[in-house]
């Protein structure tokens, strides 16, 4: 069952309005953070991260300590031009990709009831195997 010609002529006229809507997104950082370190005496998380830039997939790793109310988990981070961190997981994700071993950013999706993880970055998908309590806390299961 196709998408009629009104609908995609109607679909391909508004992507103009999205993508500028969404441009300020390719001003935001994505951190992907590898490993969190409670430091009981400092009463901080020293955060082990990967800062998502550019299209190479060999990223330095930087460190940073992060003294916040908020706790940090090893998750990907979209970072706000305030320097807030906001978690992304479980809408999307940063795995090595199971179709080809990169480093790819990820998200949950279903195909004929089946749920699929599906890169973003070269379109290959493989069964989900992350936690599903995420998704369902989110209403995505």
């Not at 809507?21 to 409670?38: I, P």
């Not at 807030?84 to 999307?92: A, I, Q, T, V």
Request: include cysteine; aromatic fraction near 6%.
């Amino acid at each position: 069952m196709g998408v009629s010609a009104p609908k995609s002529s109607e679909a391909h006229d508004g992507l103009p309005f999205l993508l500028g809507r969404a441009r300020f997104l390719a001003d935001l950082q994505l951190l992907d953070v590898t490993n969190v370190a409670w430091d009981r005496h400092e009463q901080s998380d020293t955060v082990t991260f990967r800062r998502l830039v550019g299209d190479h997939p060999v990223v330095p790793t930087e460190i940073l300590r992060h003294a916040g109310s908020n706790r940090i988990s090893p998750v990907l981070y979209l970072v706000d031009r305030a320097q807030g961190l906001h978690p992304l997981s479980p809408f999307l994700t940063s795995e090595k990709c199971e179709g080809c071993a990169t480093l790819s950013l990820s998200h949950a999706d279903k195909e004929d009831g089946e749920l699929l993880q599906t890169s973003l970055d070269h379109g290959h998908f493989y069964p989900y195997q992350a936690d599903e309590r995420e998704l369902r806390a989110v209403g995505l299961r």
